[in-house]
């Protein structure tokens, strides 16, 4: 993309090579001098970043950096960003980067006007009805092709000591301006291109086999999927391939925009590795993908086909599509074994337990049993 346009599916979104360089005249045109700006401790240090902040000082702006989070964020780290938004006597909020910093960002959107208890705010206990008041005003600015939080309307959020995860939603937490800038991936290391990448595809093809009815994100979610076919190898092995990174930003938004459908077993399977043993969830989606498929196939073999077409696989079926994914994974230079990343025998009974309690795989296309996931993680070890 060489030129920035815009479209809205509902946020407004500015596309394209150098749209983050609208930022600051943006922000200005709103009347926000005073952003907290929200991002990861990895990317408050990198070279885009940093320009940025000096574009929105050289714009008359005074920004404030807030980077205090874990890899998987914890309430502490937003209450913190809270008291950092008030200590500036900040006007506004930009999230900049990947799914951490922009679920950060949005948490700290929804706490500063709404003073209950973080976890009251609980979507999976109906927190939503408590969403009663305005959030400072704010956009986001995403540094990954993969989560595609930049759109969406949650933060997923994890006890500090429980590291239990919980769903923050409202919609108005929907960020007020995305600005989607494929450049800002040029310098991604092929290992983040890869697992971000593979995040986005389980977004896409989870949403796709889930059990709700909603033909509009159905067909958001194949496009998806035919974009990350043939454009996620040569983002992960040529970085600055701008129209392949290109094509990853917007599949990721898309699988953010379709999930909102439903996911299922595979991000069941994920998260506890990530609570567990601070798995990348990326890395730890692309592992268990096939996986998931495989035991998702039978009964849905027509859904299987036409993400066997979206995949380039002509013709194709849901066992070529599986076995598509465990070679996509080996040329990606990514394991296709829970082995490989650190999980050991030892973990995947307390695995089970927590895959079986967390909040996914309801919408799964068949019911997932604890003896289920037990199988699954056994498979993939």
């Known amino acids: 993309m060489s030129q920035v346009v815009q479209f809205n599916f509902p946020a407004i979104i500015r596309f394209g090579t150098g749209a983050v360089k609208e930022l600051s005249s943006h922000l200005k045109e709103q009347g926000k001098m005073r952003p907290l700006v929200v991002t990861d401790p990895i990317v408050a240090t990198l070279p885009f970043f940093l320009e940025i902040i000096d574009d929105l000082k050289k714009g008359g702006l005074s920004p404030t950096v807030y980077a205090e989070m874990h890899k998987n964020p914890v309430k502490s780290d937003v209450l913190n960003g809270k008291t950092a938004f008030a200590g500036a006597d900040c006007d506004s909020i930009v999230g900049i980067g990947g799914g951490v910093g922009l679920d950060v960002a949005r948490a700290i959107a929804l706490a500063i006007n709404h003073h209950r208890d973080l976890f009251d705010y609980d979507d999976l206990i109906g927190g939503d009805k408590y969403v009663t008041e305005d959030v400072p005003y704010f956009v986001t600015v995403p540094t990954t092709s993969g989560t595609g939080s930049e759109v969406g309307r949650s933060a997923i959020i994890a006890d500090d000591e429980t590291h239990q995860k919980k769903i923050l939603f409202s919609p108005k937490l929907l960020a007020s301006r995305v600005f989607a800038d494929p450049s800002l991936t040029f310098g991604l290391p092929p290992f983040v291109t890869a697992a971000t990448g593979m995040d986005a595809l389980t977004h896409n093809m989870e949403a796709y086999v889930a059990k709700n009815y ?88 027509s859904r299987f086909d036409d993400m066997a077409n979206a995949f380039g696989l002509k013709n194709g079926n849901g066992i070529q599509l599986i076995d598509e994914l465990f070679k996509l994974n080996e040329r990606l230079g990514l394991p296709t074994k829970l082995s490989a990343i650190d999980v050991k025998e030892e973990h995947l009974e307390p695995l089970a337990d927590l895959a079986f309690a967390d909040f996914c795989h309801p919408n799964n296309p068949k019911p997932v049993t604890r003896a289920d996931f037990r199988a699954i993680y056994q498979e993939a070890f």
């Open 214 to 301: 909603h033909p509009m994100c159905d067909g958001i979610a194949l496009e998806g999927i035919k974009l990350i076919a043939k454009s996620i190898e040569k983002a992960t092995h040529e970085g600055h391939n701008e129209i392949a990174r290109a094509d990853m930003m917007l599949a990721s938004l898309m699988g953010a925009v379709a999930f909102q459908k439903g996911l299922g077993v595979v991000h069941s399977l994920a998260h506890p590795m990530s609570q567990l043993l601070d798995t990348h969830h990326g890395l730890a989606n692309a592992v268990n993908l096939p996986y998931g498929m495989k035991f998702n196939l039978q009964g849905f073999e």
